[in-house]
């Protein structure tokens, strides 16, 4: 069973599964189903990279408001400086 894939046990670089490993497994479940290890390691390295895109989108909207500003003074010192 892959129940245990859900657990919140961080989930270290070197278990994350790899784009070569993806084809990889790819290619072998064109001839037949992938065994439950690889299968809950694809589980547990979605998980994470999930978890990880939700985790950067919050903090890309936090500077949402400070790349605004920015902008403005970009834009005023560009007014400044540009006779």
Do not use: C
């Amino acid at each position: 069973m892959i129940e245990h894939v859900f657990v919140d046990s961080p989930l270290v670089a070197e278990d994350r599964v790899r784009v070569h490993e993806l084809e990889g497994m790819a290619r072998s479940m064109a001839v037949g189903p992938l065994p439950g290890d690889q299968v809950t390691r694809l589980l547990r390295s979605y998980r994470e990279l999930a978890k990880e895109q939700d985790e950067v989108k919050a903090q890309l909207v936090k500077l949402a408001p400070a790349w605004a500003e920015l902008r403005k003074v970009l834009n005023e010192l560009n007014r400044i400086l540009d006779p």
